[in-house]
Every structure is written in structure tokens, then in C-alpha cells.
């Protein structure tokens, strides 16, 4: 049985920065697509980055390019999403999701997943 639980969330100012977790139990990050997804209040859910499985690539939505980092470590089956000079916009509660394709086109991500673990807000003042 999978399951994920993503932490790290908050309160931070403009420019600042926040390292979610997702720690994942029943599954491992070897041989499969992982990443972060998110959705603002009263916006369609989106996706952030992703570790795609088909080609070994990092996947960044364009908005976030250059500063948000995706990565896994996986002797510990943990995903991480380390987020630098946050903005307003990124206001949003953060999902981990594993097992399933995501590519990036045009600029944005598609995706589709199978597993999904509770958000964590992440909110940005400015």
C-alpha cells in the first residue's frame, strides 16, 4: 500500500525559501516518475516538477526554472522540492504524487499520477 506524507510547508516571506519533504512508504523512487504538484486558491492544480522515469530528466514548470530544485534520495524514499526565492505566486498547497508519466510541454507540465499524498501549504507574503 503507498503512501506519501509531505511536510516542510509555511509561512515565508517574498524572497525566502522552503524545502518540502515527501517521505514514501510501500513504493520505491527508483523506478518510477515522481513530483511535486500545487493548487492556488480557486486555480486548477498544476504541476510543479517532476523526475520523469522514461528519460532520467528534471521537469520544471517555466515559472519556477532557476529557482526551485527537484530531487530524491533514494535510500531514504524521500522527495524533496528545495524552493528559493519564493514569490506571492507561489502561494499554494504543495502535493508530492508518484507513479505515472509527466513531461513538460510548452512550458508546462502534464502529468498524469496514480499516488498522491495529503498537501502542505506553503504560503508567501509579500
Known amino acids: 500500500d503507498v503512501q506519501l506524507q509531505a511536510s516542510g510547508g509555511g509561512l515565508v516571506q517574498a524572497g525566502g525559501s522552503l524545502r518540502l519533504s515527501c517521505v514514501a512508504s510501500g513504493f520505491s523512487f527508483d523506478d518510477y516518475t515522481i513530483g511535486w504538484f500545487r493548487q492556488a486558491p480557486g486555480k486548477e492544480r498544476e504541476g510543479v516538477s517532476c523526475?520523469?522515469?522514461?528519460?532520467?530528466?528534471?521537469y520544471y514548470q517555466d515559472s519556477v526554472k532557476g529557482r526551485f530544485a527537484i530531487s530524491s534520495d533514494s535510500a531514504k524514499n524521500t522527495m524533496y522540492l528545495q524552493m528559493n526565492d519564493l514569490k506571492p505566486e507561489d502561494t499554494a498547497v504543495y502535493y508530492c504524487a508518484v507513479k505515472g508519466v509527466c513531461y513538460n510541454d510548452y512550458g508546462t507540465l502534464n502529468y498524469g499520477m496514480d499516488y498522491w499524498g495529503k498537501g502542505t501549504l506553503v504560503t508567501v507574503s509579500s
Open positions: 523526475i520523469s522515469s522514461s528519460d532520467g530528466r528534471n
